[in-house]
């Protein structure tokens, strides 16, 4: 757990001089969202696009939904790395730790957002398989190994009970929504653009298809009284 104890440190950071920070997830999104490309010059990768992405007004009422529903989860913001795959963690067995590298989108956002992400990228990216996305127990041991880390760091007591576990369950589980869509649309847009030899319109269908798989199984968890 030890990808677990750092993301805690990292999130647990306190704001320069008191200042309340706030998310930049819906702008950056919003932004991401205007950047789409609305067709494709090459005809069957245009087929492709126009039959497999959703449409724009199917994205904007989505958006608008999450927005809507994942901003008042209570999820704190704080400082995340927003980007915690595989190859920007660092495993040093000599020291028995772990560092993460490439903070290119790092920023103020949803604590939950953060670790749903991680966890979204369990999956990988050039053979993407979601069957390797953490199970419920997994998660629990993972989560209740961050909150014991987020509360030391803070300074809190280190008790953490089933209910914050719970709790946190859903919020990274819901916000995994959130993560599949903005890389969902971050593709798009390279795809368009990138000179890069990948299969972006590819990776943005997964990525959609496993927002609108997950959406009616992750809202019907129900935070604890």
């Known amino acids: 757990m030890l990808i677990a104890r750092h993301l ?22 919003g932004k ?11 005809e ?25 529903i994942l901003s008042n989860l209570g999820s704190p913001v704080v400082l995340c790395h ?16 772990v560092q993460f590298i490439d ?19 369990f999956a990988g990216v050039s053979d993407v398989d979601y069957s390797l996305y953490p199970d419920r127990e997994l998660q629990s041991q993972w989560l209740r ?11 809190f007591r280190t008790e953490v009970t089933e209910k914050e576990v719970e709790i946190l369950f859903i919020q990274v589980n819901q916000f995994a929504l959130a993560s599949h869509f903005f890389w969902g649309l971050w593709a798009l847009i390279q795809a368009k653009y990138s000179t890069i030899e ?16 997950m959406k009616p199984e992750v809202t019907a968890l129900k935070v604890p009284e």
Request: aromatic share 20%.
């Open 145 to 155: 190994s961050y909150l014991e880390a987020y509360k030391e760091y803070k300074g």
């Open 8 to 29: 805690a440190k990292i999130h647990a950071i306190h704001a320069h001089n008191g200042w309340i920070p706030k998310s930049n997830l819906w702008l950056k999104m």
């Open 44 to 68: 069957d990768i245009n087929k492709r696009f126009l039959s497999d992405i959703p449409s724009s007004q199917i994205l904007q009422e989505e958006m608008t939904w999450m927005k809507e």
């Open 103 to 121: 903070y290119e989108y790092s920023g103020y956002n949803y604590l939950a957002y953060d670790i749903g992400n991680h966890f979204n990228e």
């Open 82 to 97: 927003n980007d915690l795959l595989c190859k920007n963690i660092i495993y040093n067995e000599k020291q028995g730790d």
């Open 198 to 213: 990948f299969d972006f319109l590819g990776y943005a269908i997964v990525r959609f298809n496993q927002y609108f798989k």
């Open 32 to 42: 991401y969202f205007s950047l789409i490309p609305t067709r494709f010059a090459d």
